[in-house]
């Protein structure tokens, strides 16, 4: 360590605690740049015999009213099911939420988050007969699962291959509206969920000299002026 970052490391503290430094801002373009390292992420929803994930690439963050931060996600929403690839899609999803500063665990977290409009585009209509394949895997499975079941458990298989049906029907007469209605719910649960139990946000690291102070001096952080300000005092 040099000399200069010696005398960094003991005279800023100090001005800090002399309340001559009281905040230090970053602006939301600045956080939009650096939470690209923690890309890609993730969200995994419900899809009869299936998986079903929406893979957020990018996010871009502005300042909203009244202390919130409206962010855009990016990516695309991904559908298997039976062992085909049936639907692939962009995805946008607007989200609004009030950062917040946790000094116990020295976190950042989103807090009253809410979410807004959600819209697919560039459908990938190929995987489509794709859905064509997964049916007549389903049709020839039919008979063979007949003889092993009674007769009540029977009439619910058949139930359920007929919803099946119907929900692949979706991805074959092309219907991305349909799609996004059928999911949407589930979607917005899992998203929710990821930010209350704290999988997206962001830990400190006392490692990096910055941080470091925060942990130590900071009392909270506000959105203000096109960005975010960590406040001491």
């Not at 807090?111 to 794709?130: C, F, M, P, R, W």
């Not at 997964?134 to 919803?163: E, H, P, R």
């Not at 704290?198 to 900071?218: A, H, R």
Request: negative net charge.
């Amino acid at each position: 360590m040099s000399i200069v970052e010696k005398i960094q490391q003991w005279f800023i503290p100090k001005l800090i605690q002399l309340k001559i430094i009281k905040q230090v801002s970053f602006t939301l373009a600045e956080l939009t740049h650096d939470m690209q390292d923690y890309l890609p992420f993730d969200i995994k929803f419900s899809v009869p015999n299936g998986d079903g994930f929406v893979i957020i690439s990018s996010v871009e963050l502005a300042e909203f009213k009244q202390g919130l931060v409206h962010a855009t996600l990016k990516g695309t929403l991904d559908i298997r099911c039976l062992g085909e690839h049936l639907y692939s899609s962009n995805i946008q999803i607007e989200l609004f939420g009030k950062p917040i500063y946790l000094k116990e665990k020295s976190v950042i977290r989103a807090t009253e988050v809410e979410i807004g409009e959600i819209i697919l585009s560039d459908d990938n209509l190929v995987v489509a007969q794709n859905v064509r394949k997964a049916i007549a895997k389903l049709s020839n499975n039919i008979l063979g699962q007949m003889y092993a079941l009674t007769m009540g458990t029977a009439l619910s298989f058949v139930g359920n291959i007929t919803d099946m049906k119907s929900y692949m029907a979706n991805f074959i007469n092309k219907s991305s509206h349909k799609v996004l209605e059928l999911h949407r719910k589930d979607i917005e649960s899992k998203l929710l969920e990821s930010f209350s139990n704290g999988d997206l946000e962001y830990t400190l690291e006392e490692v990096i000299p910055d941080e470091n102070l925060f942990i130590k001096y900071g009392k909270d952080i506000v959105v203000e002026n096109e960005g975010l300000t960590f406040r001491f005092c």
